[in-house]
């Protein structure tokens, strides 16, 4: 018979072993070794029954041996050790406490964190990097509060079937058995938030806290009894149903969400965010709940949307279309206007915000991406590629402006590093280079590690990698429905000497899963070369409505299921982050070979460079811009075949053909000290010494706190002085720029030297005429661009510089002049532009407003000698 209701009974710890529940309540455990050592001394069979969960663990524990450890002089020590250490680590000054002006507190949300394997509430690199942004923001102090929904089934369990189909299972994970506890009034009661639905019902949702370090994270439950069946199912899954669902859930986490973040900081007396940061679309309502509070304190709804974008931040996560949210426009109309229209938030206002209204644009479509957009005042992609190419696709919302000058930034994900990198490698960067753990510098000292230490370790963590290989292939056999007798060759499956290429990743197309499989003869002799022979290592879960994701797993599986091979090349089901530390850490290569450029950044890589392993990758996202030709191999990207089949036949031919000539002759060269690869193992510091720096999350958290935490809470004061004073004051001039634009022109340019051959060194004045309409001078700037032009008279990557007001020529032209440094040789141009000014905007191009010359002027291709 099967249960209706399960729950976990936790174990009454006896009172000298109290402090362990104040431990595991914390999740710091999941990336402190030590405190992980002390959960695995409590019961070590145990430990790797429950698969380092330590809420299990105590669940689980019998009471003999949790009598016994009350004795335990050694164990009441290391106790009392770690639970000291815990307290300092959360209370004592760190890096953020030493900035002046930063902000109070940021709110965090994302649809999904990957915090520990243990609390299934990611799919994939989205939830990975939410988790690690908040670890990284907790080792450096900076004060986050987290936001997110608690999934009951989290993402779905993978396993196979007999004919390698991926098979679905969602088990229902209890709050009561996981880390975390409920947010209550000063009374007792579990605090509640609502969100109004259509027809009068209401959405509820209560609140559990996990503690991640230092910061609180809290996540969204609608599975409570108020609620009617379909509401309690808001937060079933992540990433299903259909697209009610899913609106709900972002309903619940952008609304709901902020109305958490009022009750937590009402309960608990924490600081009010002072910016909230959008991480991907599907949190974005947040702005809308946020304009609604501002309204409520008296502001129009222009207004409050002025002072909600100084703010926020958002980040956009992917340049696939499909992983761009959009929903139809009449469904938005049905949850936020009719009976469920809020009168201070129309919903006309609210579908224009997500309108695609520009070129190619669907009428019929909100979109996500677009309302964060305009409900941020600053927005980054993540990686400079990303960024680039981020700034091609949504530069339709700043027509006008060049690609360059799209007001979309970037920051390049990272890694926490305490996380992902093995404890062998730690303690070795302890032993060997204390800098680079203390403070974070120091790298270029890697080159003096003796290379027979670091190849000792490979070894160890492959051969971990292997043993934990061979046990989930097993698992998995047995789950396929095999027999223990059929099962020998597993013991010997994989081999702890040789090369291991390591594949994992979600499945949805651009990744080709299937590259590899291209031409499978090839690929078996690379696999069974008797002098190099290599093993390859995959994972991946397909989204369970992606039948063609599956297909390919299915193609992979069946591949590795021949005899012939399958002791070299394994898929291992249900890719975690359990499964991910294991990869990451034993691989000594890892592939990745996306369509450039839709990999946004990918993250797994960087987490094998800080293991001593190496990448062999197309260049996108980071590997584009950290790639230097010695730090790993990049597989060329055959971006200009317009035929796809024929894409991938060449970039597959070129990744056999680096590993075949490359990456197997430097690994099996063993021609260093103790028979060592020493090119290998210079390869490998070099990736330490260049990459280490640059990958892991403290520099990623540091960028974002100066580039954009710390300038959005500036711009927020300033808006909100004097109560809302400044809000007020730019929603009038935007209102008053925009009304009056139409009739912003530039009527006529000259400059000092047409006519003349212009000499590098000289200066260039430059006089533009411009019909100013209502405004005044101090409401633009007037800007000349120039510098090397092209082929096509169009300018490259121009410098811009500002014009001054040189006279007043009635009726409401203005001449403007300025001088412009010719400062480089070859084919030079300019050209002239006005755009509204305004000491509260954050960028040129912010306002979308442009106004240019009718026709090509100025001294395009003039050259300078
Ligand atoms: C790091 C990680 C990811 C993200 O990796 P990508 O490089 O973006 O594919 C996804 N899942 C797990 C389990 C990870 O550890």
Redesign the pocket.
Known sequence: MKAIRRFTVRSVLPEPLQPLEELVLNLRWSWHPETLELFESVDPDLWEATRHDPVRLLGEVSPERLSALTGDRRFLRALGDAVDDLREYVTAPRWYQRLTDAPTAIAYFSPEY?IAAALPQ?S??LG??AGDHLKTASDLGVPIVGVGLLYRHGYFSQSLSPDGWQQERYPPIDPAGLPLTLLREADGTPARVGVGLPEGRTLSAQIWIAKVGRVPLLLLDSDVEENDPVARDVTDRLYGGGTDHRLLQEMLLGIGGVRAIRAYSRITGNAAPEVFHTNEGHAGFLGLERIREYIEQGLTFDEALEATRAGTVFTTHTPVPAGIDRFPRELIERYFGGSNEEGSLPADRILALGAESYEEGDPAVFNMAVMGMRLAQRVNGVSELHGHVSREMFGGLWPGFDTDEVPIGSITNG?HGST?VAPEIIDLARRELPDIVELGRGWEGVEKVPAAEIWRIRRTLRARLVEDARRRLRESWRQRGASEAELTWIDDALDPDVLTIGF???VPSY?RLTLMLRDPERLKSILLDPERPVQIIIAGKAHPADEGGKRLIQDIVRFSDDPAVRHRIVFLPD???A???SL?QGCDVWM?NPLRPL?A?????M?VALNGGLNLSIRDGWWDEWFDGNNGWAIPSADRADDPDRRDDIEAQALYELIEDHVTALFYDRAGEGGTPRRWLEMVKHTLASLGPKVLAGRMLRDYVQELYAPAAASARRLSADGNAGAKALATWRHRVAKAWPAVSVEHVESTEAGKTPHLGTRLTVRATVQLGELRPDDVAVEVAYGRVDDHDALVQPSYLELSEAEDLGESRFRFTGEVPLDRTGPFGYSVRVVPRHDLLASRAETGLIALPPAPIGMTNGDLR
């Open positions: 990957g990611y994939g690199g990975i990097l890694v992902w994992a990743r979600r990744k890719y975690d982050m499964l991910g530390q990451v990745n990999e950044c990918g993250t797994s890589g987490k």
